[in-house]
């Protein structure tokens, strides 16, 4: 059974300067609001700086790991020196590390096949648009209208019982989201691991999401990390919570003084 987890903000993180933190985090939902158009989120001045003014104290390592994938999640960010990772972790760029996973290139043509047959069975639905990520693809319907919600995921469900039901893929479901993937043994957890074993012993991870695909890896951190969700709720394995995304800063204001002290 999950702790109910705490507030963050209650907590005193002083112990955390003993130790120097590798800050994990995902992107949609907890470094930028969720908007209904992803291609609209961009993060704001104020992160690209505190993320810039943690990486220049060279007390701590930054990594940013997303559903999107890597090309569109490093240029979104755009700062040197950060891991960046896409596709929930299945490709990694950072300081000495260039990473995608060695079984995901024989199942991207079945991907983008079932994009193809999604694609065009789903065009004429209001609302719903094919976000592709190259490894991967996500359906996005937070702007359709219920009965479109309703249509699209049942296309989505009908063309891989019919046409792929011989091909073993990934459906990881999000935020009024629904995603194709690679059907491999990996997540944001392990890819927290492989990021954390190119660097030296001693750092704290410190991970903070908003989505299913971020319990991975609060489950994969909970005995070495300190793990945060935002948004509170009873069904997490993360330790700690923020109330809402907006708080991210609050995130940051309190790490950069505890760094800095
Ligand atoms: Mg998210």
């Given at each position: ?150 249509l699209a995921k049942s296309i ?106």
């Amino acid at each position: 059974m999950n702790l109910a987890p705490k507030y963050f903000f209650k907590e005193d993180l002083d112990w955390i300067k003993e130790k120097r933190p590798f800050l994990f985090f995902d992107f949609d939902g907890t470094l930028v609001p969720i908007q209904n158009d992803p291609s609209s989120c961009w993060p704001d001045k104020k992160i690209k700086a505190y993320l810039k003014k943690i990486l220049s104290s060279k007390l701590a390592h930054i990594a940013i790991l997303s559903g999107r994938s890597l090309k569109d999640i490093k240029k979104r960010i755009n700062i040197k020196g950060i891991y960046y990772s896409g596709n929930h972790g299945l490709e990694i760029i950072g300081p000495d590390l260039i990473f995608i996973h060695p079984e995901v290139k024989p199942a991207v043509k079945f991907i983008k096949r079932a994009k193809q047959v999604i694609s065009r069975n789903i065009s004429h639905i209001p609302g719903v648009l094919l976000e592709d990520k190259h490894l991967s693809f996500t359906m996005h319907f937070r702007m359709a209208d219920k009965e479109g919600k309703k249509l699209a995921k049942s296309i989505f469900k009908h063309v891989l019982s019919r046409e792929f039901y011989n091909i073993p893929f990934k459906v990881l479901k999000g935020k009024e989201v629904i995603e194709l993937a690679p059907f491999i043994d990996w997540d944001k957890g392990r890819a927290v691991h492989l990021i954390l074993k190119n660097v030296p012993e001693g750092y704290m991870p410190i991970y903070i999401g908003d989505d299913l695909t971020d319990e991975t890896a609060f489950s994969a951190l909970n005995n070495q990390g300190l793990t945060i969700r935002i948004g509170r709720s009873k069904k997490t394995s993360a330790r700690y919570y923020l109330k809402n995304q907006h708080e991210i800063y609050d995130f940051f204001k309190k790490i950069c003084a505890i760094i800095e002290k």
